[in-house]
């Protein structure tokens, strides 16, 4: 299975600063088949990106994916307060998919 | 909207079978193009995929969990259900239905914890 790695593990920011989360894979991703999700404690996972850069409806454009193969970008261009939660990555490029562990963007 | 609800028991014993239940309104589970899939987070931890199902009741699992489980899916209630056999403290978590589009997951249940414990 394709393992994928996410880091950092903690992002420390303040409000108003770019974070840039790294999602790296053991393997090339079909397609560019990855997703990104937030999720906030508590609750569940809220799809951000699909297909590599493909926003999902309703997401603000401050979140924007990119990459392609082995390595794969999330980037927020300004933190709102809102945007402080735990971060994945997936891919589903091949069976079965796999998430990364997560990073948490937390409040400096 | 999609709303999917998670069902079942909240407590399972060590050895016994985990059954849960999605219901799904605002949609149909036999929308063409569709998978309905489960996935579960033990507590403080990641994501894992169990499987998913078609409305046709074609069903692809991890391979991991594949010798312990059972997908189904019932149109006629707007369900899709999850046995996870001989389970063990390990299976601790909480478990999402979603709807899985292409691969990836567009709209989610809220989860249920369900703890293996005697």
């Known amino acids: 299975e394709i393992v994928l790695t996410q880091s950092p593990d903690t992002l420390s920011l303040s409000p108003g600063e770019r974070a840039t989360l790294s999602c790296r894979a053991s393997q090339s991703v079909s397609s560019s088949y990855l997703a990104w999700y937030q999720q906030n404690p508590g609750q569940a996972p809220r799809l951000l990106i699909y297909g590599s850069s493909s926003r999902a409806t309703g997401i603000p454009d401050r979140f924007s994916g990119s990459g392609s193969g082995t390595d794969f970008t999330l980037t927020i261009s300004r933190l709102e307060p809102e945007d402080f939660a735990v971060y994945y990555c997936q891919q589903y490029g091949t069976s079965p998919e796999t998430f990364g562990q997560g990073t948490k963007v937390e409040i400096k | 909207q999609l709303q999917l609800q998670e069902s079942g028991p909240g407590l399972v014993k060590p050895s016994e079978t985990l059954s849960l239940t999605c219901t799904v309104s605002g949609g149909s589970v036999a929308r063409t193009g569709y998978y309905w899939g489960w996935i579960r987070q033990p507590p403080g931890k990641g994501l894992e995929w169990i499987g998913k199902?078609?409305?046709?009741?074609?069903?692809y699992y991890n391979s991991s969990l594949k010798s312990r489980i059972a997908m189904s899916v019932d149109t006629s209630k707007n369900q899709f259900s999850l046995k996870l056999s001989s389970v063990t403290a390990a299976d601790t978590a909480v478990y999402y239905c979603?709807?899985?589009?292409?691969?990836?997951?567009?709209?989610w249940g809220q989860g249920t914890l369900v703890t293996v414990s005697s």
């Open positions: 199902i078609y409305h046709g009741g074609s069903t």
């Open positions: 979603a709807r899985q589009y292409g691969g990836f997951f567009d709209y």
